[in-house]
């Protein structure tokens, strides 16, 4: 499969398919394609669509494959930022926030990452329950905004709001942590809660998370009567 990207700050990937080559989506992103490339709706089967309920994750996803010779389809983005694309193999899984993902190769596994610290659980938000990437094919994230790369060495340690993690690789620890004081909680405009990643490994951060946006926005819509 070969690919390419265009756009600004709404970009768009391409995807160029031999006969037979598949793409995966779970959220809708085909934006235009070629006649040939036919579209088919799959649940993850009954365990995995058990779990994707709970965690508020799409049950389905939309397969498109390329039929009697090489076809077309281009993915676009819902919201300003940038599309980055990730080769997953063997040993070099991904962590996605559940929505990064905007579509990849049919050898590509999606799979929930459910974190193991209780305090994400109550308090991580979007960060409780993210997306694992596996198997092996080329992978396209979306990212909100701007892209920021970090790499951590071992023990190194990053303190982001959780909407602004894009992905991480598995090496990547996280957990939340309390705001400091009383004062800070109430009055400081940033929640209660921080998420604390600790290295070895990249983490990449988008600059303008849209359910930050979504936050915002409703503080600014009048209340029904």
Same mark, same amino acid.
Not at 70 to 83: D, E, K, Q, Y
Not at 97 to 102: D, P
């Given at each position: 499969m070969k690919y390419e990207l265009k756009g600004g700050v709404f970009p768009i990937v391409t995807c160029h398919l031999e006969d037979g080559e598949q793409m995966i989506t779970e959220n809708g992103s085909m934006v235009w394609q070629s006649p040939n490339v036919q579209m @088919?709706?799959? %649940? +993850? %089967?009954? $365990?995995?669509?058990?779990?994707?309920?709970? +965690? $508020? !994750?799409?049950?389905?996803?939309?397969?498109?494959? !390329?039929?009697?010779?090489? $076809?077309?389809?281009?993915?676009? +983005?819902?919201? *300003?930022?940038?599309?980055? *694309?990730?080769?997953? @193999? *063997? %040993?070099? @899984?991904?962590?996605?926030?559940?929505?990064? /993902?905007? !579509? !990849?190769?049919?050898?590509? @596994?999606? %799979?929930?990452? /459910?974190?193991?610290? /209780?305090?994400v659980g109550m308090f991580g938000g979007e960060g409780f329950v993210m997306q694992r990437l596996s198997g092996n094919g080329m992978a396209f994230v979306e990212i909100d905004g701007e892209l920021v790369e970090y790499e951590l060495s071992e023990g190194e340690q990053l303190i982001v709001d959780t909407g602004n993690i894009a992905c991480f690789e598995p090496s990547v620890s996280m957990e939340i942590k309390q705001v400091k004081g009383i004062k800070n909680k109430l009055l400081g405009g940033e929640g209660f809660f921080n998420t604390l990643l600790t290295g070895p490994g990249n983490v990449w951060l988008q600059t303008m998370p849209i359910s930050g946006i979504a936050d915002a926005l409703s503080g600014l819509m009048p209340s029904a009567n």
């Open positions: @088919e709706t799959k %649940g +993850s %089967g009954i $365990g995995k669509m058990f779990s994707k309920a709970l +965690s $508020g !994750a799409s049950i389905f996803r939309n397969v498109y494959t !390329a039929h009697s010779g090489s $076809g077309m389809i281009t993915f676009g +983005s819902s919201f *300003p930022g940038r599309i980055i *694309p990730m080769e997953i @193999e *063997p %040993g070099k @899984e991904m962590i996605l926030q559940k929505h990064a /993902l905007l !579509a !990849a190769e049919a050898s590509v @596994e999606l %799979g929930i990452h /459910l974190n193991k610290n /209780l305090g």
